[in-house]
C-alpha cells in the first residue's frame, strides 16, 4: 500500500512552532486534496486542518489563528505550520490525501509533543 511520507515532528514547549511536512509519492495520481488530522491518546482521530488544489482550506476552531496549511502541487507536499502550540495540541498527526481517481492515502503518523 502507497503510504505518504511525514516529518517535522517532536517535542516542543508551550508557545514554541513546529511544521510538518507530507511528501505524496509520484506514484500516486493527481491529488485534489489533503488533509491533516490527529490522534492523542484515548481520543478520536480528528481533522486538523485541509486545503484543495483550489487552495480553499478548512481549519478545526481550536487551531484557527494558530495553525497554516499550504502545498506544493508541483511536488504534491502538504505542510502544516504550528505557532503558538498548546499542550492540548500533543497528539500523533497524520497526513492524508485524496485523489481524482478516488483514492484515499495516509502517512504513519508523526508524534508531536508539547510540554507545559
Known amino acids: 500500500q502507497v503510504q505518504l511520507v511525514e516529518s517535522g515532528g517532536g517535542l516542543v514547549q508551550a508557545g514554541g512552532s513546529l511544521r510538518l511536512s507530507c511528501a505524496a509519492p509520484g506514484s500516486i495520481s493527481s491529488i485534489r486534496y489533503m488533509a491533516w488530522y490527529r490522534q492523542a491518546p484515548g481520543k478520536q482521530r480528528e481533522l486538523v486542518a485541509s486545503?484543495?488544489?483550489?487552495?480553499?482550506?478548512y481549519y478545526e476552531d481550536s487551531v484557527k489563528g494558530r495553525f497554516t496549511i499550504s502545498r506544493d502541487n508541483a511536488k504534491n507536499t502538504v505542510y502544516l505550520q504550528m505557532n503558538s502550540l498548546k499542550p492540548e495540541d500533543t497528539a500523533v498527526y497524520y497526513c492524508?490525501?485524496?485523489?481524482?481517481?478516488?483514492?484515499?492515502?495516509w502517512g504513519q503518523g508523526t508524534q508531536v509533543t508539547v510540554s507545559s
Open positions: 486545503i484543495t488544489n483550489s487552495d480553499s482550506t
Open positions: 492524508n490525501a485524496k485523489a481524482w481517481d478516488l483514492g484515499v492515502y
